[in-house]
Nanobody, 123 residues
Framework: QVQLVESGGGLVQAGGSLRLSCAASGRTFESYGMGWFRQPPGKERVFVAAITSAGSTYYADSVKGRFTISRDNAKNTLYLQMNSLKPEDTAVYYC?????????????????WGQGTQVTVSS
């Protein structure tokens, strides 16, 4: 059974940093793409960042230059380093895994999801 478990969320002041982790179990994901999405209160889930099996990365314009996605295949873990956080970054953050090639920006392209971790940025 595939399981993704996010951690590292919390409450931080604007300008601060957090590092999210997503531990994957049930199979090896090194050949799959992985991504982070977020869902602000009362809004739809949106793309944040993604990383291919080869290590290429993609970012939403709103987080470019502030967030960094990375993966450790030996640990089967995905990370999201978030710096210079803003109140508008407040959301539940989800990690996801996609098995097939194609777009990384659409949530429907992903096959497995974690339960989410809350990130709250105070002004």
């Amino acid at each position: 059974q595939v399981q993704l478990v996010e951690s590292g969320g919390g409450l931080v002041q604007a300008g601060g940093s957090l590092r999210l982790s997503c531990a994957a179990s049930g199979r090896t994901f090194e050949s799959y793409g992985m991504g982070w999405f977020r869902q602000p209160p009362g809004k739809e889930r949106v793309f944040v960042a993604a990383i291919t099996s080869a290590g290429s990365t993609y970012y939403a314009d709103s987080v470019k230059g502030r967030f960094t996605i990375s993966r450790d295949n030996a640990k089967n873990t995905l990370y999201l380093q978030m710096n210079s956080l803003k109140p508008e970054d407040t959301a539940v953050y989800y990690c996801a895994v996609k098995r097939l090639p194609g777009t990384y920006y659409r949530s429907g392209a992903y096959d497995y999801w974690g339960q989410g971790t809350q990130v709250t940025v105070s002004s």
